[in-house]
């Protein structure tokens, strides 16, 4: 499955965002979504995951209660909808991809930045 991530942009603290992750490719249904980031000169951390049925699988404490993921197997897009912004989570944004939820994520988005302004 290919990944293609949109929707980053530059917003203030307290404001909210919309990333999308169009899927490609092979069956989007199958797959386990999850979405990453990485902040300058820091280590690639989780954010949240959802199963290949819809269930939300995990959100990283840092997130919990501001970020909802999402699918809609119909679109093949996963979401993730952020609330709440803080400059803390100025970062890189990834999605990515395991079959049936197996294993490490085997395909990985191009990634799309988000800056929050304090």
């Known amino acids: 499955v290919q990944l293609q991530a949109s929707g980053g942009g530059l917003v203030q603290a307290g404001g909210s965002l919309r990333l999308s992750c169009a899927a490609s490719?092979?069956?989007?249904?199958?797959?386990?979504m999850g979405w990453f980031r990485q902040a300058p000169e820091k280590a690639r951390e989780f954010v949240a995951a959802?199963?290949?049925?819809?269930?939300?699988?995990n959100v990283a404490d840092s997130v919990k209660g501001r970020a909802t993921i999402s699918r809609d197997t119909a679109k093949n897009i996963l979401y993730l909808q952020m609330n709440s912004l803080k400059p803390e989570d100025t970062a890189v944004y990834y999605c990515a991809a395991k079959f049936r939820g197996n294993g490490d994520y085997t395909s990985w988005g191009q990634g799309t930045q988000v800056t929050v302004s304090s």
């Open positions: 490719g092979r069956a989007f249904s199958s797959y386990a």
């Open positions: 959802i199963t290949w049925k819809g269930g939300v699988d």
